[in-house]
């Protein structure tokens, strides 16, 4: 008798310990998750990171595009360039997110026609704007200027682009690293300077008081 009592004792004590290695994990888990000041390793997408991401593309496109215009020094119409092209970010990103699907590339079509309408008014220019005619599809970077595409149907729903894919995000005490599939970094401190190095050894920065770009191949 004595005998069983033990052995049901040992079990009993067995499956408290199984109990609270089962919790173990969640326990650690809790203790060591990452906070927002932490790096984050994302595949497709970073929660709650849509702002910063549409600024970026935005920033990019329009210093290069001002670079190539010749207008890297004019804040004004950088400044400018810059809104319109968070604006179609941002118009690119809802288009995205939208389940209906029907009419995307007519919807894309016309995003990139405000955009160019914008960026004509801004440059003023139209042997400058033709300049950015030749590279629009350079700056765009994603395919969406080309509309010439024979549709079928399809069962398999298209998969969503939003320009390169993000590969790694951290937000440390507010400084701001994204990295880029495509070999891009972009780095952001606390002062709003922002830093963007290519995959082809490219380095431009921007001072975020007066707004100056420097460009180093």
Partial sequence: MKRNI????????LALTTACNQDKPAAVDAATTPSADTAVVVDNDVSGADTTIYQDQAYRTADQVAADLGYQNDTARVRRLRT???TRAQRIGDLDDATDTAGRTATVRQINTDTDTEVRTIVGDDAKYRTYETNRSRYYGDGSTVTTTTTTTET??????RG?????????????????????????DKDGDRKVEYADGTKVKRDADDGKVKIKD
């Fill in 6 to 13: 033990l052995l049901l004792a040992a079990a009993a004590g």
């Fill in 84 to 86: 319109t092209y968070y």
């Fill in 156 to 161: 398999t729903r298209r998969p969503r682009r």
């Fill in 164 to 188: 390169p894919r993000i590969v790694k995000y951290e937000n440390k005490g507010g400084e701001v690293k994204i990295v880029y599939s495509n070999g891009t970094t972009v780095k952001i």
